[in-house]
């Protein structure tokens, strides 16, 4: 290859990474933790989002608040709002943690309304 030849060949690289990066969508959040829960964060730039994930990204905090999801992403119960909520909430997220990919954020608010 000569250095004219190789030379337009990583013009064109740039190019088309600079186009790529150019055309790309902007950045939301990021799932989290392996189930890709994305939380009150969804849609959301990740520099944008206040709340702090769990390792496992079921739980989401922001000011001694917490939002909980299942492993589809559903939400499931919050905790922080109110003195007596925190029991039920972390009684449910035991059995979330426990089962499989369910949607049980959806099955409970299903039979809430």
Known sequence: MTKKSSASV???IAAAGALSLG???SASAQPVGPWGVEGPCAG??????LWTPSADGLT?????RSAHYDKAGN???QTGYLVNDAAGCEGMMVAVRALPQ????????AVAN
């Open 60 to 64: 989401w905090s922001l000011y001694n």
């Open 102 to 109: 369910l949607p049980i954020g959806d099955w409970i608010w």
């Open 75 to 77: 939400f499931v119960c």
């Open 44 to 49: 959301i730039a990740a520099s944008d989002c």
């Open 10 to 12: 990583f013009l064109g």
């Open 23 to 25: 055309l790309a969508p």
